[in-house]
């Protein structure tokens, strides 16, 4: 029986931890670039956009379909690096913990 109590206070602690981590990651912000740095995005690890940086010498009319592909591969950089941060963080978080192998938190 001692047993399931210790589970369940380390659920809880988890569960404690795992809040905190989320409100963490809305502050944790990432950088993703395209174009050789014409374009930048950044956005926290929660994948909220937060600006868009444009090199002035992207903005001809005659190039908008380039600068839109920029733009996405920019937003798609940011977004796979601010995933990588969070499961980062979670990995630490869980660190220790008897985890099946492939398990993703939050549920």
Known sequence: MRDLMGIMK????MQEKMSSLQGELDHVEVTGASGGGAVSVVM?????LKGVTLDPSLLVPDEREILEDLIVAAVNDARSKAEATAQEKMAELTKGLPLPPGMKLPF
């Open 10 to 13: 380390q659920a809880q602690a």
């Open 44 to 48: 926290t690890a929660k994948g909220q």
